[in-house]
Each structure stands twice: as C-alpha cells, then as structure tokens.
C-alpha cells in the first residue's frame, strides 16, 4: 500500500508540475481566454434561443386559439349541409 501511495504522490507532483508550466504559458493562457470567451458567447446564444422558444410558445397558443373556431364552424356547415 505504501508502494501506491508513493506513487500517487510523484504523480500528483509531476501533475502539479505539468499545471504550473501549462498555467505560465502564453499561449495556454490565450488558449483559456479564448475558450471563456466562447463559452461566454454559447451562454448568451443559448439565453437568446430560450427566449426566442417562449415567444414562439406564446404565438402557437395564440394560433391555435384563432384557428379552433374555424374548425367548428366548418363541421357545423357541413353538418347543416347534410340534413
């Protein structure tokens, strides 16, 4: 057991190690900003999108509301016409 722990630690160290030089690199650290900045971008598009669900909502009630009476009238046509 004292053979994993050991192990576990030099891999923890040199993970730590890997971190430290990725975190201090230019290039990684544009690389992260570029990544917020897209998830901030997809947040925003997805906000929009469910706004853009709840309105759609919103006219399709409205829709199916204006065409139900149509629908009604119609069959009482029909059924007058076949009396």
Known sequence: ???KR???GQLTSVGEG???????NPVTSRAVEGAL???ERVEKVVRSLESMEERMAAV??????????????????AAAKKD
């Open 1 to 3: 057991m004292a053979v």
């Open 6 to 8: 050991t192990m576990l």
């Open 18 to 24: 890997a971190i430290g030089k990725l975190a201090q």
């Open 37 to 39: 900045q897209a998830k």
């Open 60 to 77: 399709e009630k409205r829709l199916e509301a204006l065409e139900k009476p149509k629908r009604a009238a119609t069959r009482k046509t």
